[in-house]
C-alpha cells in the first residue's frame, strides 16, 4: 500500500546538476522524516540528507554546501538539488520514508534510481 516513486535521475558531466524527486504515497497515517541515501560501486548504502517533520535537515559532510533536501509537507515529496556534481557522487540514490501506516511504524526504500557523474 505504501509506494514511493522516484524520479530525476540520469547522466551528468563534472559539475553539472540534478534534482531529484520522490513522492510517497498509499496508507500513511503520518510522515516523521523523509531523505537521501546512495550506494556508490563497492560500497555499502551511505547517508546523503533527511529532513523531519519539524524542518530540520542532515547532510553527510561529502554533500555539505553542494547539495540541498526539501520538502512538500502537502504533497509528501521530498527533492533532492544536487548541484557541482563530482564523479564520487556517482551512484545508486535511494528515498527513504519513515512513518506510521495501517500496520504500524514503518521504514520504506524506493526502487533507487541511477546517478552517474562523467570526469
Known amino acids: 500500500q505504501v509506494q514511493l516513486v522516484e524520479s530525476g535521475g540520469g547522466l551528468v558531466q563534472a559539475g553539472g546538476s540534478l534534482r531529484l524527486s520522490c513522492a510517497a504515497s498509499g496508507s500513511m497515517y503520518s510522515i516523521d522524516s523523509m531523505g537521501w541515501y546512495r550506494r556508490p560501486p563497492g560500497k555499502e548504502r551511505e547517508l546523503v540528507a533527511t529532513i523531519t517533520t519539524g524542518g530540520s535537515t542532515n547532510y553527510a559532510d561529502s554533500v555539505k554546501g553542494r547539495f540541498t533536501i526539501s520538502r512538500d509537507n502537502a504533497k509528501n515529496t521530498v527533492n533532492l538539488q544536487m548541484n557541482s556534481l563530482k564523479p564520487e557522487d556517482t551512484a545508486v540514490y535511494y528515498c527513504?520514508?519513515?512513518?506510521?501506516?495501517?500496520?504500524?511504524?514503518?521504514?520504506?526504500w524506493g526502487q533507487g534510481t541511477q546517478v552517474t557523474v562523467s570526469s
Open positions: 527513504n520514508v519513515r512513518g506510521r501506516y495501517v500496520l504500524g511504524f514503518g521504514d520504506f
